[in-house]
């Protein structure tokens, strides 16, 4: 009976453990592009031209155009290359979006105003941020079980179109 039990609590121990593990293996198609629709508020993950998942999103505390200086809560748009990963990131686990490139940093600087940075696709909502929809500073938001299955499939190096 104590080996059965012993059993049983290393196989319930090993389910635990595979459940609460951030870190996910993908095996399935490439993703080869990262599509946005602000106005919809949803992202697509694509292999060519199949869709291979898609996402209910939430954006910049002020959603509508494209990002011009740090600070204004918008989303950029354009396009965009995955350029890095953050596993301990404050909003669960985040990918890094190559925003701003040399067209948003030359318009920032004839603003005279940093364009910002730091734009990642990253996971939902802490206690402290704001329940408002388009809550983030303008980053692209999904839950925290959503960005999980992202961080997995997203290599570094993929294309993002972030469209209006």
Same mark, same amino acid.
């Given at each position: 009976?104590?080996?059965?039990?012993?059993?049983?609590?290393?196989?319930?121990?090993?389910?635990?453990?595979?459940?609460?593990?951030?870190?996910?293996?993908?095996?399935?198609?490439?993703?080869?592009?990262?599509?946005?629709?602000?106005?919809?508020?949803?992202?697509?993950?694509?292999?060519?031209?199949?869709?291979?998942?898609?996402?209910?999103?939430?954006?910049?505390?002020?959603?509508?155009?494209? +990002?011009?200086?740090? /600070? $204004?809560?918008?989303?950029?748009? #354009?396009?965009?290359? *995955? !350029?890095?990963?953050? &596993?301990?990131? %404050?909003?669960?686990?985040?990918?890094?979006?190559?925003?701003?490139?040399?067209?948003?940093?030359?318009?920032?600087?004839?603003?005279? +105003?940093?364009?910002? /940075? $730091?734009?990642?696709?990253?996971? #939902?909502?802490?206690? *402290? !941020?704001?329940?408002? &929809?388009?809550? %983030?500073?303008?980053?692209?938001?999904?839950?925290?079980?959503?960005?999980?299955?992202?961080?997995?499939?997203?290599?570094?190096?993929?294309?993002?179109?972030?469209?209006?």
């Amino acid at each position: 009976m104590s080996i059965f039990r012993a059993i049983l609590l290393l196989a319930v121990m090993g389910f635990i453990g595979g459940c609460a593990s951030k870190f996910k293996p993908y095996n399935g198609p490439e993703v080869t592009r990262v599509i946005v629709y602000k106005e919809r508020h949803k992202m697509y993950l694509m292999h060519n031209d199949k869709v291979l998942k898609r996402y209910d999103i939430e954006l910049g505390f002020a959603p509508t155009g494209h +990002k011009a200086v740090e /600070g $204004d809560g918008k989303t950029p748009e #354009g396009e965009y290359i *995955i !350029d890095r990963r953050n &596993p301990n990131s %404050t909003f669960y686990l985040s990918i890094g979006i190559s925003y701003p490139n040399a067209a948003d940093v030359a318009k920032a600087k004839a603003l005279g +105003k940093s364009p910002g /940075g $730091d734009i990642f696709i990253h996971g #939902g909502r802490r206690k *402290i !941020d704001s329940p408002e &929809p388009d809550w %983030t500073a303008g980053c692209i938001s999904v839950s925290n079980r959503q960005m999980r299955d992202i961080y997995a499939m997203v290599r570094n190096g993929t294309p993002i179109t972030i469209n209006p």
